[in-house]
């Protein structure tokens, strides 16, 4: 199995509001993408310098599965919303 974590740091400008919408279309993605197997989005609650926003957790059953999630039409186009509200983002992908 693969796993993918993203983490997210979010520009001030309505923050909160596209943290929302950022986790609703992410949270949408499993019925839309057939090689996604799972995702969980949470949001952050710790005060830190460190922090980042908000985090998803995905896993795919091969990395195959993980290349064409990351070309799916869907996924793209929550890629581009996310492009336009993020500061900084960090990935690590690894198999379980």
Known sequence: ????????????????????????????LPELVPSLNS???GINFTVSQ????LSLY???QTKED????AIHP???KVVEFIK???LESKIVDYIL
């Not at 693969?2 to 949408?28: G, Q, W, Y």
């Not at 460190?50 to 926003?53: E, K, L, V």
């Not at 993980?66 to 999630?69: K, N, Q």
């Open 1 to 28: 199995m693969i796993v993918h974590i993203v983490m997210f740091k979010f520009k001030d400008e309505n923050k909160s509001s596209n943290i929302a919408e950022v986790t609703k279309r992410l949270n949408a």
């Open 50 to 53: 460190r922090a980042f926003d």
């Open 74 to 76: 869907e996924h793209i």
């Open 58 to 60: 995905a896993t795919f």
């Open 66 to 69: 993980l290349d064409a999630y």
């Open 84 to 86: 336009d509200v993020t």
């Open 39 to 41: 995702m969980e989005v």
